[in-house]
């Protein structure tokens, strides 16, 4: 086994990196892959926390500055998706060395099907390095113009480093009528849509309960259409559910406070 390594990279910060690689991780650790998520954020983290991974001592920080194993920095989340999230301390982000991160990558890419690095916004080194290692690099863009213009660096840059673009997830879509089609983003870019996310308060609240959205409200517009893409990348056959807007009926929350996303 050798994991497929993918980089959700953007350009510009707050497309929504974080959110699919939690979300795509989470549904494709559901489908029953071996998934681990890396959090290269490593100046601005925040994966840990919208997955309630917040309280560890240990994390990428620790072992990008060399004092601990990358198999002591890595957690279960939901659905057996497995994290190594990163501190959020400034002195954890200046003894990071972010060209560590190869070497993280060769030590878990045996014991994986799927690695999914966040990576930072920006073409500083921290965000450069995860799209140079990956297999491919996903590109969460926003369908409004200067996300495009950055997203569009980036691509140039994963080229110019030798790496591959998979394609583009089009986030927070329908919120105004001026959006750029999917059609539009796919010529801007030059590159594959592989999935339209609609813009979802889901998403917001999954964040306030810690809890990835496929899991807190799987039902969602945002999560259906994460789940799509998941399957989609494991070449599953996607059954359509009906979506409901996060309202659940009681038999579902029910089910959820008993069996649902892990209580800190
Ligand atoms: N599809 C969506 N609908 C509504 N809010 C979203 C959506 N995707 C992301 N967000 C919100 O946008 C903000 C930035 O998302 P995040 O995933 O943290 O972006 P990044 O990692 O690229 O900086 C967060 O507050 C998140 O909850
Ligand atoms: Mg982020």
Do not use: Y
């Given at each position: 086994m050798t994991a497929v390594v993918y980089t959700i990279a953007s350009g510009k910060g707050?497309?929504?990196?974080?959110?699919?690689?939690?979300?795509?991780?989470?549904?494709?650790?559901?489908?029953?892959?071996?998934?681990?998520?890396?959090?290269?954020?490593?100046?601005?983290?925040?994966?840990?926390?919208?997955?309630?991974?917040?309280?560890h001592a240990v994390t990428l920080h620790e072992v990008l500055g060399g004092s601990a194993k990358i198999d002591d920095a890595i957690y279960e989340g939901a659905a057996g998706v497995m994290v190594a999230p990163c501190g959020v301390s400034l002195k954890g982000f200046q003894n990071s060395n972010p060209e560590r991160l190869k070497d993280v990558m060769g030590a878990l890419v045996e014991q994986f099907e799927i690695m999914l690095i966040d990576a930072p916004a920006g073409i500083s080194k921290d965000a450069v390095i995860p799209m140079a290692i990956a297999d491919e690099v996903i590109l969460v863009v926003n369908p409004e113009l200067s996300s495009m213009a950055d997203a569009l660096k980036t691509k140039v840059l994963t080229e110019m480093v030798g790496g591959k673009i998979k394609g583009a997830i089009v986030n927070r879509a329908g919120m105004e009528n001026v959006d750029i089609p999917k059609q539009k983003v796919a010529e801007l870019l030059n590159t594959r849509v592989i999935g339209v996310i609609p813009e979802d308060p889901n998403v917001r609240r999954a964040a306030a309960f810690k809890t990835p959205l496929v899991i807190n409200t799987p039902k969602s517009p945002a999560a259906v259409a994460y789940k799509r893409i998941a399957a989609q990348i494991t070449g599953a056959t996607f059954k359509e559910e009906p979506e409901n807007n996060g309202k659940e009926g009681f038999v579902e929350k029910l089910a959820k406070s008993l069996f649902g996303g892990r209580k800190k």
């Open positions: 707050g497309t929504g990196k974080t959110t699919t690689t939690v979300n795509l991780g989470t549904a494709l650790s559901a489908l029953g892959k071996r998934v681990v998520i890396l959090d290269a954020d490593i100046g601005m983290a925040n994966l840990g926390l919208v997955m309630g991974l917040e309280k």
